[in-house]
């Protein structure tokens, strides 16, 4: 599979707990994007990251979120202390350096109870 | 910050008609519009982009034209078939950042 992956793809979770999702870019794509979409809106960005570097985070993005991308290929996305509102489409996309196109993967579909 | 507004949120069309979906920017340093389209529970594809430096693109059926002084872009599509009901966002970019800002999006049905 030559696409843009992330697991789980579906996560059921209690208020306060810790949840972490990964995402597997396309490879050679050294750009990798985290957007957070609610039902009915666009995706909204929180962070990216060129190779390994976070380049930027969106200030919405509360201390209880992290994300990193240690080797420069796969990236983790942490949400520590589950709040009811975190419940959303966690969307990673992909991209080379240097093009336009974000490919973006199947999504990890938070459920918080 | 950049912000993008979209319209209509629904577009209900025949069969064979054009569909036109709008939106506007509001950071003049936007350079890079693309347009996705997402069917129901699958992830947000890439159908047509197009830069600043441009004024038109077009993509058989499918094309997009930008205002820059006006800071609006449209997608049109022509001849709608069934397989085109899906929610279209579209989103801006500026070169000082690689964040796509997305539209709150348009759900298009086509009639048959």
């Known amino acids: 599979d030559t696409g843009v992956s992330q697991d789980p793809r579906h996560k059921i979770t209690k208020r306060g707990q810790n949840v972490t999702f990964r995402c597997d870019p396309i490879s050679e794509h050294n750009r990798l994007y985290w957007y957070r979409q609610t039902l009915g809106q666009g995706p909204e960005f929180l962070t990216y990251?060129?190779?390994?570097?976070?380049?930027?985070k969106s200030r919405l993005l509360s201390d209880r979120f992290s994300a990193e991308r240690p080797k420069g290929s796969f990236s983790t996305l942490e949400i520590q202390r589950t709040e009811q509102g975190d419940s959303a489409m966690y969307l990673c996309?992909?991209?080379?350096?240097?093009?336009?196109?974000?490919?973006f993967g199947p999504g990890t579909r938070l459920t918080v109870l | 910050g950049e912000n993008v507004e979209q319209h209509p949120s629904t577009l209900s069309v025949q069969e064979g008609d054009s569909a036109v979906i709008k939106c506007t920017y509001s950071d003049s340093a936007s350079n890079y519009f693309p347009w996705y389209k997402q069917e129901l529970g699958k992830r947000p594809q890439l159908i047509i982009d197009i830069r600043s430096n441009v004024g038109e693109k077009k993509d058989q059926r499918i094309a997009v034209t930008l205002n820059k002084t006006a800071k609006h872009f449209s997608l049109h599509i022509t001849e709608t078939q069934p397989e085109d009901s899906a929610v279209y966002f579209c989103?801006?970019?500026?070169?000082?950042?690689?964040?796509?800002?997305f539209g709150s999006g348009t759900r298009l049905l086509v009639r048959p």
């Open positions: 989103a801006g970019r500026m070169d000082s950042s690689y964040k796509l800002i």
């Open positions: 996309a992909s991209s080379l350096a240097g093009g336009n196109e974000q490919f």
């Open positions: 990251f060129q190779n390994e570097a976070q380049l930027e």
